[in-house]
């Protein structure tokens, strides 16, 4: 009787459990729970004999059950499941400074492979389902939805005092893939509709790329502009100041770079208006910034080239370079000779005190004394002993290794 027992229970736990793997998780625990229900009603009926129905009797029931309930939501659920191309996890963190919503995906899974985070800031009227008070304030669980062109992320979770955590799904929209073959694209994956969601890439980014003439880029092209941020503010803001790239890796490349409209508007306020994108992302590596070309203006340098500008950033001539030469009396210096002493370590500690012991050395002289490796403290010994030795002198006795 013991085996036959140990058999009908095991029996009715497989009628249930193994059909749960294709169900989605909230559905699974209901399952889960009839299905003990199920076999406890089996266990009172076949072990202790408390009921008039035989085990057989009970083990029909149960089984009907089990089938009836899977009937039910099997289907349903293997639907949605199916639908769902992505899952992982969620973050929130409410900004009051500007009032958006930094949203983090974390550690998600797409068609079984693992992918790392990806965050950025939405406003939270973006997130339909959800109040900006429950975002900011709120305390308690929370569903919400955030709609892209290419699908719908799904969330579920908890928020406390501007903070949140959660799980999301994600559900290509089957339309999306056919208007991106309309426009002449291939049809994408739900794996790329989920990454062409993720970074914002829909309609109105292909739409933008074709008006302004570039040549129309693979779906991979669009997920990689995406992920390094060439999204459409960014496409917009280049081609309204004249940037119509023709390729998006150029429009990639710019963004890699820093080079953004603001950059570009910035230096065409201090004076560079007509820059091809090459030199721009050049004076962007080098650290020309448009303030960095203010400050060379305000000590007269204004009418320079950008090779000029790039030359003096590369070599370090800064807006406090330039003023401690001038507070030791050299103003109006060419950019060969700005160049020339910053190449050669004339410091303005140094300029200012060989000008005290010598209120006429030129800056070919600072140079020359620094070249010779003649130091203020040695100058200044020297001094010591013969105030009235003269530069040269003081050159060649450095260069002699005299000692004072």
Not at 198 to 210: F, P, Q
Not at 347 to 366: I, N, Q, W
Not at 386 to 395: C, K, M, P
Request: proline residues 3%.
């Amino acid at each position: 009787m013991g085996g036959t027992d140990n058999t009908e229970k095991n029996e009715a736990a497989w009628l249930v459990q193994p059909r749960f793997s294709s169900v989605s998780p909230s559905v699974r625990s209901v399952c889960q729970s009839f299905s003990i229900v199920v076999q406890t009603f089996v266990n009172i009926g076949v072990s202790k004999q408390q009921t008039s129905l035989s085990s057989q009797t009970l083990m029909s029931i149960s089984k009907i059950a089990a089938l009836i309930l899977i009937s039910v939501f099997a289907p349903v659920t293997s639907t949605v499941d199916a639908q769902a191309v992505a899952r992982g996890y969620w973050q929130t963190r409410f900004d009051d400074n500007d009032d958006r919503v930094q949203l983090t995906f974390e550690d998600y899974d797409i068609h079984g492979r693992r992918s790392g985070m990806t965050n950025f800031g939405v406003a939270p009227s973006q997130l339909q389902g959800v109040s900006r008070s429950q975002l900011a304030d709120g305390d308690g669980p929370v569903r919400f939805s955030l709609v892209r062109d290419a699908g719908t992320f799904n969330f579920e979770g908890q928020v406390y005092h501007g903070r949140g955590t959660g799980s999301f799904t994600f559900s290509p929209d089957p339309r999306f893939a056919q208007q991106m073959v309309s426009r002449g694209y291939s049809r994408p994956s739900g794996e790329e509709q989920f990454l062409l969601a993720l970074h914002d890439m829909g309609y109105a980014v292909v739409d933008e790329l074709k008006s302004q003439g570039y040549y129309r880029p693979s779906i991979d092209d669009l997920i990689t502009m995406g992920m390094h941020g060439a999204r459409l503010d960014f496409v917009r803001g280049i081609g309204s100041l004249g940037y119509h790239l023709k390729d998006v890796d150029d429009l990639v490349e710019m963004r890699d770079h820093g080079v953004t409209p603001d950059f570009i508007t910035g230096l065409r306020a201090a004076g560079y208006g007509k820059l091809t994108a090459e030199q721009l992302v050049e004076l962007r590596d080098h650290g020309v910034t448009p303030k960095y070309i203010s400050d060379l203006a305000s000590f007269g340098y204004n009418k320079l080239t950008s090779d000029e500008t790039r030359e003096l950033r590369d070599h370090g001539v800064t807006a406090d370079y330039i003023r401690g030469l001038a507070r030791a009396g050299y103003t109006r210096l060419s950019t060969d000779d700005l160049l020339t002493a910053r190449d050669h370590g004339v410091t303005s500690d140094f300029a200012e005190g060989f000008k005290r012991m010598y209120p006429k050395v030129s800056l070919d002289d600072l140079v020359r004394l620094r070249d010779h490796g003649v130091t203020l403290s040695f100058a200044e010994r020297v001094r010591g002993y013969d105030s009235g030795v003269t530069i040269d002198e003081l050159v060649r006795r450095r260069d002699r290794g005299d000692r004072f």
